[in-house]
Antibody
Framework: EVQLVESGGGLVQPGRSLRLSCAAS????????MHWVRQAPGKGLEWVSG????????GYADSVKGRFTISRDNAKNSLYLQMNSLRAEDTALYYC???????WGQGTLVTVSS | QSVLTQPPSVSAAPGQKVTISCSGS????????VSWYQQLPGTAPKLLIY???KRPSGIPDRFSGSKSGTSATLGITGLQTGDEADYYC????????????FGGGTKLTVL
């Protein structure tokens, strides 16, 4: 069974940093691209960032470009999102998603507030 | 403002059929496969349709997808109260140059 478990969310002040993790199991992690997708309270889905199986291609939404960094460790079956210079508008539930959204984690909540 | 355009809400009676539209452009839907997701209240999105019209195992054939040009449509027949959810269309650029884009979501109410 595919499982994606996000962690690392929490309450953080504007301008600070946070690192999210996603632990994957139940599939061959290094066969698939992975993505971060977020959902602000009461809002729709927003793609944040994606990374191919070998980290050879990485993409970011314009809203996070230059502030967020996606990475993966295939040996640890883990996906990461380093978030710097956080803003109030980054407040959202952050989901880890496999491939073309075939599977999603339950999300980790990031709240940016002073 | 979402890249893909969906109606904010649709409604129909139990047992009836409903369709949800998703409009994009040649840079997204026009040149990529479309997926559809169901998000029940308080839960993570779940894949309903991928590659425009394919259903993952376990998804009933009451759910169907189609694509024409720069638009896509999700169809749900035999509506059940348990189908009340938000539905999102999405398309993924495999090169990651544009990444993923989603519609704003459609709230389905089963009257």
């Amino acid at each position: 069974e595919v499982q994606l478990v996000e962690s690392g969310g929490g309450l953080v002040q504007p301008g600070r940093s946070l690192r999210l993790s996603c632990a994957a199991s139940g599939f061959t992690f290094d066969d698939y691209a992975m993505h971060w997708v977020r959902q602000a309270p009461g809002k729709g889905l927003e793609w944040v960032s994606g990374i191919t199986w070998n980290s050879g291609s990485i993409g970011y939404a314009d809203s996070v470009k230059g502030r967020f960094t996606i990475s993966r460790d295939n040996a640890k079956n883990s996906l990461y999102l380093q978030m710097n210079s956080l803003r109030a508008e980054d407040t959202a539930l952050y989901y880890c998603a496999k491939d073309m959204g075939t599977h999603w984690g339950q999300g980790t909540l990031v709240t940016v507030s002073s | 403002q979402s890249v893909l355009t969906q109606p904010p809400s649709v409604s129909a009676a139990p047992g009836q059929k409903v369709t949800i539209s998703c409009s994009g452009s040649s840079s997204n839907i026009g040149n990529n496969y479309v997926s559809w997701y169901q998000q029940l209240p308080g839960t993570a999105p779940k894949l309903l349709i991928y590659d425009n019209n394919k259903r993952p195992s376990g998804i009933p054939d009451r759910f169907s997808g189609s694509k024409s040009g720069t638009s896509a449509t999700l169809g749900i027949t035999g509506l059940q109260t348990g189908d009340e959810a938000d539905y999102y269309c999405g398309t993924w650029d495999s090169s990651l140059s544009a990444g993923g884009v989603f519609g704003g979501g459609t709230k389905l109410t089963v009257l």
